[in-house]
């Protein structure tokens, strides 16, 4: 009378996704913030800002 009891693998599958799910976030933004690394978008702020500046004091002369 000895039944044997199917182990239940659901909660392991479940642990498996969300542990990918969580790895797969962490590698796309590390390449999602590569852009930053390099300061092209503080070069390019910095410019427009500047260009913004010369464009206001060259209204306020006139």
């Known amino acids: 009378m000895s039944e044997t ?8 599958y479940i642990g498996g996704l969300i542990v990918a799910t969580i790895i797969l ?7 999602e ?8 978008v503080a070069q390019s702020q910095a410019e427009v800002f500047q260009k913004i ?6 209204s306020n002369t006139n």
């Open 33 to 40: 913030t590569k852009h930053l690394q390099s300061g092209a």
């Open 53 to 58: 500046e010369n464009k206001h004091r060259n």
């Open 25 to 31: 976030v962490f590698m796309l933004k590390a390449d």
């Open 5 to 12: 009891q199917e182990k239940d693998n659901f909660w392991l």
